[in-house]
């Protein structure tokens, strides 16, 4: 089969690289990668049928990006948790996917020494260090079973992809691990090396070895330093060169990996946006791409869980969207559907799809074969659809239950706002969360030049009454203290002139066509009394650093001349000050230590497809936290 150049995203490197795995690291034909498609060709494979054992880190990371069905197709018939008892299955092999680490190894050395399966394929999702590895043989000697243990790999995995371009190393609290002023010494070195860790397990991924900047003097620059240190070594030292095939195919130019620290600006983190991802992390329990809803029925609460995917059609249309746009969109499809339905019926004769199986189409047998082609994709299309308009409906419950409406128009011009409005906000009954409320004078307190005594405490007499926890503003005042902030975190002046009339009436009538009867109801002028609640288009801070970074000649944002620089080709005592000739880059790699969250993703973005020629930023954290999680690392460290 003949290879089709496409550029691949980090979630296709990564899902090639996992489907390689289950299939015992023989690696399949690459295909073109789409949203209906498998990433890799697996037809000429002679499918081995297996077991699939993970821990819960490696459950994660393949959740993630695939599903049941993607197993199966990869010959994985049954998938467990290390941890779980298990009974014998003799006649199969099994794909061992774990963290390397000691309790790890003890479990599936009882494993082999069991026999519960007929060979072990043990895929380790970072570098195994030579002591377990040691560990592991020995463990097999007593029982002779070192012959059962097929392959050992070093997958280079442990990392999480949210999106086509998104990634989170899944560790928690490291916001407050890193500024807990009493934190243990050791414990941060830990938490620095799992980070540098995984970087260079996504730089593997990914096949690239990159330029580094970052600023001086936190915890960005001795993570980049390490990384700096781990990537030169690797290349000088290893007889097994992880870059080796793929840079011989790389472009000239090479990434640049921006190495951050959260309190370039916190702003983001609290922000209420108005894009329908953010929203659904803001508002809805959504985790790994999972959404659980909650629904209140005769005294009981019962749960439902919808996953998003690469495969979500809509999602992945809309996903980065102002909700009116998604409001608009559902509309539209939800037209085609019932116009493509329609089609089907007065083809084939029947009332209607659900008709379709019981209908005699002996005599119409010229329009079956079309019909019968069309309804699997009409039929997952309802149903996608149908999940989007039960999201829709719990965020504008959540939306009108909490007022995000007029936080969202609060924020969006925060730099206008006087002491009134603040103050009206944060006293306003009809705004029933406290966090709510102290997010939005968090982002007002950092977004002013200046906020004098006195009024600092006229607010903080509003917050306690409104049953605020002031401990979270009491961290960030020492943080603004120190780093001046708010230099950096102003946005700029917006215009105003939102349009939020008739919002209520919106869920309304979102809620009276769900009761009439799903997809059925239709969304007749649903859309009339949100048109005009549209975000401004601007640069976030970390938009502007990464301009200043990848396009030094035209950008207009904060300096980064003093942002220290790593090449890990170049000698160890080559300078780490920037070469005096600036050059672009076409692609960067945007990684914020102490959390990330989706605004400044799609932020990103959105400033990639505006250049003339578009550039492809990938955007990680050590966590992608939702606005009320990372509100709380700051309340721990008040």
Known sequence: MNTITKELSLRDQQIEAIITMLNLN?????????????LVDTSHVDLVW????????GRDIISSVLKVNDLRENGVTVHMSLKSDRQSIADVPAVYFVEPTSENIQRISEDVSRNLYESYYINFQNSIPRTLLEELAAATIPTNTSNMIAQVYDQYLNFIVLESNLFSLNQKNIYHSLNDPIAAETSIERVIDCTVNSLFSVLVTMGVIPIIRCPRGNAAEIIAQKLDGRLRDHILNSRNNLFAETTATLSFQRPVLIILDRNIDLVPMLSHSWTYQALVHDVLDLHLNRITLEKEEMGRTTKKSYDLDSKDFFWAKNAASPFPQVAEDIDVELNRYKSDAAEITKLTGVNSLDDFDQSDFSHNTQHL?????????????????????????????GIGDRKLDNFFQLEESITRQNKSTILDALKDPEKKSSQDKLRLFIIFYLSVDEVTREDMSDYEAALR????????????????????????SNPVPQSSGFGFQGFSSIGNKLTDRLKEGGLGGGFENLISGVKNLLPTRKNLTLTRIVESIMEPTTATAPETDDYLWFDPKLSRNSSTKQ??????????????????????????????????VKKKIIYGSTDILNPNSFLKELEMLG
């Open 369 to 397: 074969k079309s019909a019968i082609t069309a309804l699997p994709e009409l039929t997952a299309r309802k149903q996608t659809l149908d999940m989007h308009m039960n999201i829709a409906t719990y965020l504008l419950q």
């Open 26 to 38: 023989i690696k399949p034909d690459p295909t073109i990668p789409t949203t209906s498609e498998a």
């Open 465 to 488: 009454e409104a049953g605020c926890n002031l401990a979270a503003l009491e961290y960030v005042k020492k943080v603004r203290e120190i780093t001046r902030m708010n230099i950096m």
């Open 579 to 612: 070469p005096r000739h600036k050059h672009a880059f076409q692609e960067g790699i945007v990684f914020m230590v102490g959390g990330g969250n989706y605004i400044e993703y799609q932020n990103l973005q959105e400033f990639s497809q505006r250049q003339a």
């Open 50 to 57: 297996k077991v699939l054992i993970f821990d819960d880190f």
